[in-house]
């Protein structure tokens, strides 16, 4: 297994792809195509979580249309809030 020094800690499936690469060489074409598929499966998964939230909160894409039209309006001020609610 892959260890490297602090304060550089990377997560399993970092490691997990490096060790899956480690001896491939890959072309400008076939790096594209791995860039490619990992967004398309964070894009996936990230939807899920999206469809999943707005179940739970009985958001519509209507609800968070307006939402996002309202912090558009005014973002200094929504900025502001979210600073203070951390």
Do not use: C, G, W
């Not at 990992?38 to 939807?47: A, G, M, N, S, Y």
């Amino acid at each position: 297994m892959l260890t490297l020094p602090s304060p550089l800690r990377l997560n399993e499936a970092q490691v997990t792809l490096l060790e899956l690469f480690q001896h491939r060489q890959m072309s400008a074409d076939e790096l594209e195509s791995l860039k490619d598929t990992l967004v398309k499966h964070l894009t996936h998964e990230l939807d899920q979580e999206i469809d999943l939230v707005m179940k739970r909160e009985k958001l519509t894409p209507a609800d968070i249309a307006k939402r996002t039209e309202s912090i558009n309006e005014n973002r200094t001020e929504y900025i502001k809030k979210a600073r203070q609610r951390k």
